[in-house]
């Protein structure tokens, strides 16, 4: 093509995909799934790869921190490919003008529309238009989690919701949520001054503005918002760093402007933050999000699908394909997003047909071999935790304090936060109505005991063998 500029192809879309899992291999899951987990692939010219972030300071950020990384894994995984380059996704969509009807991109793609979203005055609002209340899928896990969200984003009257703590695993919706408070709000009330922030990008931005002088400029930027929506918040440490957002954070508060959390657990686990901080946190409204059962994990694969149709509406994805999907994958959304894009890149590269369930299975078939033993249960875990140290069930669940029944229920508590995705506070309930600081002091006792009791360590490797294998 003129000016070197290339298509991308089925084999392209492949080579980025693997590009993706060695990202996610080399650098971990929470470290892809802070930075890397909304990059796109977006075309090839001149030798040149060019990807795409939703936001600027995630583009800034992966520049300064991951790029010879991402380089490295983009040129060995792409032929003819020497360099990498970085665009902003999100503001290009919001500031696009409208197309005309029959507009096509290259390759015959109808381009979408992104509808017009005013920016608030002065405001970078951080906000990914791809993720509002009209793109996430509620179902019984977040149904609670859903209603307080749209009762702040609406600014509704009556009982006041602020903080609003949202917390879950990782890849369960928080991010979504947060993001779309932010639109929903800004529909509900033009000119809201809003900013969506990680707690990363706080502390980037407050160690930059200590380091230029500049820290007037960094208050008056957080405490004049209306609504501040703050992502990752268990990531938050340092004194320092926690006495400036406690003092940004009463300052919205008491004016009665809206603050909302997510983090990865409940304000009570937060222990390495201000007992203070803690108190106001746990003094708004927290509400946590489980994993989604089979039939909601179906509607996300159609919410999913649906928006890559958008931008290309020749994608075709059998219905009995996504069944065996949902019923393959136990995860959330970003693991069915994974095996939805596998399913795709695997289409693409045998000429677009609908692929049938074989051949899903085949391009699917590490995540099969990973999820063919059925999630731990807190059930498995109380057989098993009875059998080795010969304590009855009804014993481990009972109120008995002798050290022959407390280690094994401890040892069980810890199993439970390990290798479930079970709150806290549902592990207590579990294992005999306890609370959940009974089981946060017993994951951390046996965390201190496994660092200098062998005999104790051999046993945890045990169990938690016999409970993965389901033997």
């Not at 015959?108 to 017009?116: I, R, T």
């Not at 409940?266 to 901080?277: E, F, T």
């Not at 290798?419 to 002091?441: K, N, Q, W």
Request: hydrophobic share 40%; aromatic share 6%.
């Amino acid at each position: 093509m003129a000016g070197g500029l290339c298509v991308m192809t089925n084999m392209d879309q492949v080579c980025w995909e693997r590009a993706r899992a060695r990202l996610k291999a080399e650098l971990g899951k929470d470290l892809y799934a802070n930075w890397f987990a909304r990059m796109e692939l977006e075309t090839r010219e001149r030798g040149q790869l060019l990807l795409s972030v939703p936001t600027r300071f995630l583009k800034t950020w992966i520049e300064t921190h991951y790029i010879d990384t991402l380089r490295k894994v983009c040129t060995e995984e792409f032929e003819d490919v020497s360099d990498v380059r970085l665009r902003i996704r999100s503001a290009e969509r919001l500031q696009a003008p409208a197309v005309p009807a029959g507009a096509v991109e290259r390759g015959g793609m109808a381009k979408p529309q992104a509808p017009a979203r005013p920016m608030a005055p002065d405001m970078e609002s951080g906000l990914d238009p791809d993720l509002t209340f009209d793109t996430f899928v509620v179902g019984m896990s977040n149904a609670l989690a859903h209603a307080a969200a749209r009762q702040v984003a609406d600014g509704a009257h009556g009982v006041r919701v602020n903080p609003l703590f949202i917390h879950a695993a990782t890849g369960l919706g928080k991010t979504h949520l947060l993001h779309a408070i932010g639109w929903q709000a800004r529909q509900a009330r033009p000119g809201c001054r809003i900013l969506y922030i990680s707690a990363e990008q706080f502390m980037y931005r407050f160690l930059a503005a200590l380091k230029n002088r500049d820290v007037l400029t960094f208050k008056e930027q957080f405490q004049n918002v209306d609504l501040l929506l703050i992502d990752d918040f268990q990531f938050l440490q340092g004194k320092t760093m926690q006495q400036e957002f406690c003092h940004t954070f009463n300052t919205l508060v008491d004016s009665r402007r809206q603050v909302v959390i997510a983090a990865d657990v409940a304000p009570g686990m937060l222990d390495k933050l201000d007992a203070r901080m803690r108190s106001r946190l746990v003094g708004g409204l927290v509400v946590d999000m489980q994993t989604p059962d089979e039939a909601m994990r179906r509607d996300i694969l159609k919410r999913k699908l649906e928006l890559l149709r958008r931008r290309d509406p020749h994608l075709m994805v059998r219905e009995e394909v996504l069944d065996f999907i949902a019923q393959t994958v136990n995860g959330a959304g970003r693991e069915l997003e994974g095996a939805l894009n596998r399913v795709i890149a695997m289409q693409r590269l045998m000429g677009d047909a609908p692929i049938d369930l074989d051949t899903a299975a085949h391009a699917m078939r590490d995540l099969i071999r990973r999820q063919e033993s059925r999630p731990v249960r807190i059930e498995d875990i109380l057989k098993a935790i009875s059998q080795l140290y010969n304590v009855p069930r009804t014993e481990l669940l009972s109120a008995r304090r002798a050290q022959s029944v407390v280690r094994p229920r401890q040892i069980g508590m810890y199993l439970a936060k390990k290798l479930t995705a079970r709150s806290l506070p549902e592990i207590g309930r579990r294992f005999g109505g306890r609370d959940h600081s009974t089981v946060l002091h017993a994951v951390r006792k046996i965390e201190k005991l496994l660092e200098q009791d062998e005999n104790l360590k051999q046993e945890i490797t045990l169990l938690t063998r016999i409970l993965k294998d389901g033997q």
